[in-house]
């Protein structure tokens, strides 16, 4: 369904953008990854997909290298069609302790990337009148969680730029939309999962648990699969007028 276009997954080293950038390729579109850690493992996974796939090192806090990438991408296969905005950390503190350099790195990494990268590929989507914008936000872009505070005001930042792109786009055929995961068990998570056991003296088992009991009613992880396949249907033709929605996969929990 998507052979010709060519996919920037930011972030897809690893969790979510690593299963995003599988569901795209094995729908046949061309993959630029993004991310730090091992890129050899994520490359090869994608190529035995029968894709073309390239690598960009861009800092996603850096908007002269998130320039360049957006460049790379243009540069090595002709176009770039598909733009998922998915790098993200995490930091856990109350406002009161909450280094400055955590918020800056959160604010800059988590949701001003998605607009410099937006801005920079936007376009080249307009010109070809064809586009997919998908910006992975969170659960935490509709709701709040205590010690969150730089997470979720960038997270409901990136739902608002996602609605503003969307509308800005609407009479073309570029869309733009967010989709809004609640737990998903990837390292920025059992990280968390580790702390919580560390904390109270518990085991990894007993610390998953509470983590899920706490927020998550389907008590189930959301898999970067599952995200996957979400992405796909908003790059199929079905998507075609799916604008500016925060779509969540999160087991209820922002039903509550
Ligand atoms: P992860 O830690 O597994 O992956 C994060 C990716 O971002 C890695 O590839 C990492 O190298 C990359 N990255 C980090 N800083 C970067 C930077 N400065 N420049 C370029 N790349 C950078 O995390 P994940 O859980 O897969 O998270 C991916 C996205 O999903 C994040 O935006 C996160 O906020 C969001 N999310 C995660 C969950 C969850 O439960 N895991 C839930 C909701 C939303």
């Known amino acids: 369904?998507?052979?010709?276009?060519?996919?920037?997954?930011?972030?897809?080293?690893?969790?979510?953008?690593?299963?995003?950038?599988?569901?795209?390729?094995?729908?046949?579109?061309?993959?630029?990854?993004?991310?730090?850690?091992?890129?050899?493992?994520?490359?090869?996974?994608?190529?035995?997909?029968?894709?073309?796939?390239?690598?960009?090192?861009?800092?996603?806090s850096k908007p002269d290298e998130i320039e360049d990438m957006v460049k790379y991408a243009q540069a090595t296969f002709g176009s770039l069609d598909i733009l998922i905005n998915n790098a993200g950390i995490q930091h856990v503190a109350r406002v009161e302790n909450f280094p400055i350099e955590r918020w800056d790195a959160i604010i800059a990494i988590n949701m001003s990337s998605a607009f410099h990268a937006?801005?920079?590929?936007?376009p080249g989507m307009q010109a070809k009148n064809w586009g997919r914008i998908i910006n992975v936000a969170s659960v935490h872009g509709l709701v709040g969680s205590?010690?969150?505070?730089?997470?979720?005001a960038a997270k409901h930042g990136v739902v608002g730029l996602?609605?503003?792109?969307?509308?800005?786009?609407?009479?073309?055929?570029?869309?733009?939309?967010?989709?809004?995961?609640g737990w998903v068990l990837t390292p920025l998570v059992q990280k968390q999962v580790d702390a919580k056991a560390a904390a109270q003296g518990i085991s990894n088992a007993d610390a998953t648990k509470q983590l899920?009991?706490?927020?998550?009613?389907?008590?189930?992880?959301?898999?970067?699969?599952?995200?996957?396949?979400?992405?796909?249907?908003?790059?199929?033709?079905?998507?075609?007028?799916?604008?500016?929605?925060?779509?969540?996969?999160?087991?209820?929990?922002?039903?509550?």
């Not at 937006?118 to 936007?122: E, G, H």
């Not at 205590?146 to 979720?152: D, P, Q, R």
């Open 1 to 60: 369904m998507l052979q010709g276009k060519t996919a920037v997954v930011t972030g897809s080293t690893s969790g979510i953008g690593l299963g995003i950038a599988k569901a795209l390729a094995a729908q046949g579109a061309n993959i630029v990854l993004n991310g730090f850690g091992d890129v050899e493992g994520p490359r090869a996974e994608i190529a035995a997909l029968g894709v073309q796939v390239s690598y960009h090192g861009a800092d996603m």
């Open 162 to 181: 996602t609605k503003v792109v969307a509308l800005e786009n609407a009479t073309t055929g570029v869309t733009c939309n967010a989709i809004c995961p």
């Open 146 to 152: 205590a010690e969150k505070s730089a997470y979720v």
């Open 118 to 122: 937006t801005r920079l590929a936007l």
């Open 212 to 256: 899920l009991g706490e927020k998550e009613p389907s008590m189930q992880f959301t898999t970067p699969e599952e995200l996957g396949a979400l992405a796909v249907f908003f790059c199929s033709p079905a998507g075609n007028n799916v604008r500016g929605v925060a779509w969540n996969m999160d087991g209820a929990w922002a039903a509550q």
